[in-house]
Every structure is written in C-alpha cells, then in structure tokens.
C-alpha cells in the first residue's frame, strides 16, 4: 500500500494507492513458479533464491494480514477488499503456508461473493464513486472473483462451484456475468 507525502500510511489521508496494484504480485509468483519447475536444478535460479524469494514473501504475507494497512483494506466491500484476498491467498500458499491460505480463502471467497454480487447479479460496490470507469471496475472485480474462486479451489479444496454458488443474499458469478453482458 501507499505511503502518504507526510510520511504517514494512513489510508483515508492518502487513498489506497497499491492496494489492487500488490494484487498483481499474484502473476510474478506464479511466473516464478513456473521458473522453478522448468529449472529443476536451480541453474538458474538457485535454491538459495527460492528460499530467499519464499521467506521474502513470507514476511510480507505477515505485514499484509497484520498491518493497519492490510486490515483496513481487507475491511473494504469493493475491489480493495478483493484484491487484498486475492492477493493474501497468492502469497500465502507461494510461502508455503497452507492453512493461512486456507483459512483466507474459507471466510473471504464467500464472504465476497455475498458482499458484491447482489441476486440480480449486480455489482454495486463498484458503482459509485467511479461512474465514469464502472464497467471497468466490474470486469476488473468479475476477473478477481474468478481468481480468487479458482486458486481456492485448486489450493486449498473449498469446493466452490462459480457458476452455481451463492449466499441467501447474493447471486451467482454466472449471474453477474449476465448482468454485465447481458
């Protein structure tokens, strides 16, 4: 996240700068990924360099679920909320946590299904203040959701169905794609 010009990190001072900018981290652990499995014997990146790039990581999975900043986007029902999960669980499980991934990904996959998509498949939280730019911020959070639905899946077996899940309160993310390309 962003450090405000007087040297604070509070975000209702400065905004919340790199918030969704940090939750694209998610595609350089998964390209270094791939570099670990095509370099098997560490020519050319090295243990040391995984092992370093891990606890790297691992300390920063800490400052992102403890830190002020962290807590207070990940209180936030729109896309920085999103992006704070999405990105937590990425770099939980890069870091060889599983269980903070786990964890993550039960309370937050469904509570961001509940919390952005309403039955009709709206997604109001993205709606307001940034009228201008809301079909961007509702594909950008549609993309997320899909994100964040996969890898918990693939990670850690929550089991939920995209297409079909949701809340008593909320739709599907097929809704949402409906009612953002009808």
């Excluded at 900043?69 to 029902?77: F, N």
């Excluded at 992006?83 to 269980?99: E, K, R, T, W």
């Excluded at 109001?124 to 997320?144: C, K, Q, R, W």
Aim: aromatic content about 10%; some cysteine; overall charge negative.
């Amino acid at each position: 996240c962003q450090v405000c010009n007087d040297g604070t990190n509070d975000p209702a001072k400065c905004g919340w700068g790199g918030t969704v900018q940090l939750a694209r981290l998610r595609y350089a652990l998964s390209a270094i990924s791939l570099l670990e499995a095509g370099d098997k014997d560490g020519a050319v990146w090295t243990r040391d360099d995984r092992k370093g790039m891990r606890k790297w990581v691992a300390n920063l999975t800490t400052w992102w679920l403890d830190s002020y900043l962290g807590r207070s986007a990940h209180a936030r029902q729109n896309n920085i909320g999103l992006a704070y999960s999405v990105v937590g669980i990425s770099m939980a499980l890069y870091a060889d946590l599983p269980n903070t991934a786990r964890l993550l990904a039960k309370a937050d996959v469904p509570r961001h299904l509940a919390q952005q998509i309403t039955p009709a498949g709206e997604l109001p939280n993205e709606d307001a203040p940034h009228d201008l730019f809301s079909f961007g911020y509702h594909v950008g959070d549609l993309i997320m959701l899909f994100e964040m639905v996969y890898v918990a899946n693939q990670t850690t077996g929550l089991g939920v169905d995209p297409f079909t899940y949701h809340t008593k309160t909320s739709g599907s993310l097929l809704t949402a794609i409906e009612w953002v390309a009808p």
